[in-house]
């Protein structure tokens, strides 16, 4: 009696297939890893720079939904926003919010109404009515300067890409039209 063989089929990948495979998978994410990295920390930049406007009107919004005063000042070394207020009863200060600069920001010139202030004194208050003290803040990172300015009446802040500009110049005296352009 004869017994015929039937040829051996293998229906997987031997070991050295799957480790060239494995190989080449840590390879291209090696490659791919740095450029993802790099990419996060652009897009967490451009969302700080985005929403320092937004953290101003939230400033704002505080003041008139609280009925009190609330300022808006450099925190921690000059590293963060706060917006804090005072305690009516106690007269405790309580911060509300705090928005950190991301690695490479920092601060520039600020300003109180027409005058250059240290950072460390540098702070605008919102008042109920939702006005605010006219001031800004230029945030710098490398060679990009962006500023944070309230220069009107209602307190809606603006962000400028460039230098802070001189807000005595916003000013017209009553009576007087108002300038355009």
Do not use: H
């Given at each position: 009696?004869?017994?015929?063989?039937?040829?051996?089929?293998?229906?997987?990948?031997?070991?050295?297939?799957?480790?060239?495979?494995?190989?080449?998978?840590?390879?291209?994410?090696?490659?791919?890893?740095?450029?993802?990295?790099?990419?996060?920390?652009?897009?967490?930049?451009?969302?700080?720079?985005?929403?320092?406007?937004?953290?101003?009107?939230?400033?704002?919004?505080?003041?008139?939904?609280?009925?009190?005063?609330?300022?808006?000042?450099?925190?921690?070394?000059?590293?963060?926003?706060?917006?804090?207020?005072?305690?009516?009863?106690?007269?405790?200060?309580?911060?509300?919010?705090?928005?950190?600069?991301?690695?490479?920001?920092?601060?520039?010139?600020?300003?109180?109404?027409?005058?250059?202030?240290?950072?460390?004194?540098?702070?605008?208050?919102?008042y109920p009515d939702g006005s605010s003290d006219r001031g800004g803040i230029e945030i710098t990172e490398g060679q990009r300067v962006y500023a944070l300015v309230l220069?009107?009446?209602?307190?809606?802040?603006?962000?400028?890409?460039?230098?802070?500009?001189?807000?005595?110049?916003?000013?017209?005296?009553?009576?007087?039209?108002?300038?355009?352009?």
């Open positions: 009696m004869t017994t015929s063989r039937r040829p051996r089929t293998s229906n997987g990948f031997t070991l050295i297939e799957m480790m060239v495979v494995l190989t080449l998978l840590v390879f291209m994410a090696a490659m791919v890893y740095p450029n993802l990295a790099r990419l996060r920390d652009a897009q967490e930049k451009r969302d700080f720079v985005s929403g320092l406007a937004t953290f101003a009107r939230q400033a704002r919004e505080e003041a008139i939904s609280g009925g009190q005063s609330v300022r808006m000042r450099l925190g921690d070394g000059d590293n963060s926003l706060e917006i804090v207020t005072t305690d009516v009863d106690s007269g405790d200060e309580r911060t509300l919010r705090t928005r950190r600069f991301p690695d490479g920001f920092s601060t520039g010139q600020t300003r109180i109404e027409d005058a250059i202030a240290p950072g460390s004194e540098w702070q605008l208050t919102f220069d009107n009446e209602i307190g809606q802040p603006r962000l400028i890409d460039g230098n802070l500009p001189d807000l005595s110049q916003d000013r017209w005296a009553a009576g007087e039209f108002e300038r355009r352009g």
